[in-house]
Nanobody, 124 residues
Framework: QVQLVESGGGLVQAGGSLRLSCAASGRTLSNYVLGWFRQAPGKEREFVAGIDRTGRSTYYADSVKGRFTISRDNAKNTMYLQMNSLKPEDTAVYYC?????????????????WGQGTQVTVSS
């Protein structure tokens, strides 16, 4: 079993930056594909970014491409999401998730382990 804990959320003005972290315990993260998802009030949980086991392949939702960067440090059992040029529409609870597979998926149902989420609020 993998336990995931997100941190780094907060309140930021539009155009600002935040860096989210997802720390894992229980298992070695290098065996898992990882993803960031977000959920705004009244909306479904949506894919933000994903990264393969090695960190060499990354994937992004069109809405964040060019602004967000996903990365991982398997030695530290930690994943990151650097968020730049934040917009009010990025406001949501951000979750990290993992699954023991080879392929990144945009479908949250494919992911087995989830963190508790961290709130990101972008003011205009």
């Amino acid at each position: 079993q993998v336990q995931l804990v997100e941190s780094g959320g907060g309140l930021v003005q539009a155009g600002g930056s935040l860096r989210l972290s997802c720390a894992a315990s229980g298992r070695t993260l290098s065996n898992y594909v990882l993803g960031w998802f977000r959920q705004a009030p009244g909306k479904e949980r949506e894919f933000v970014a994903g990264i393969d086991r090695t960190g060499r392949s990354t994937y992004y939702a069109d809405s964040v491409k060019g602004r967000f960067t996903i990365s991982r440090d398997n030695a530290k059992n930690t994943m990151y999401l650097q968020m730049n040029s934040l917009k009010p529409e990025d406001t949501a609870v951000y979750y990290c998730a993992s699954k023991s597979a080879l392929v990144v998926s945009h479908d949250p149902l494919r992911y087995v382990y989830w963190g508790q989420g961290t709130q990101v609020t972008v003011s205009s």
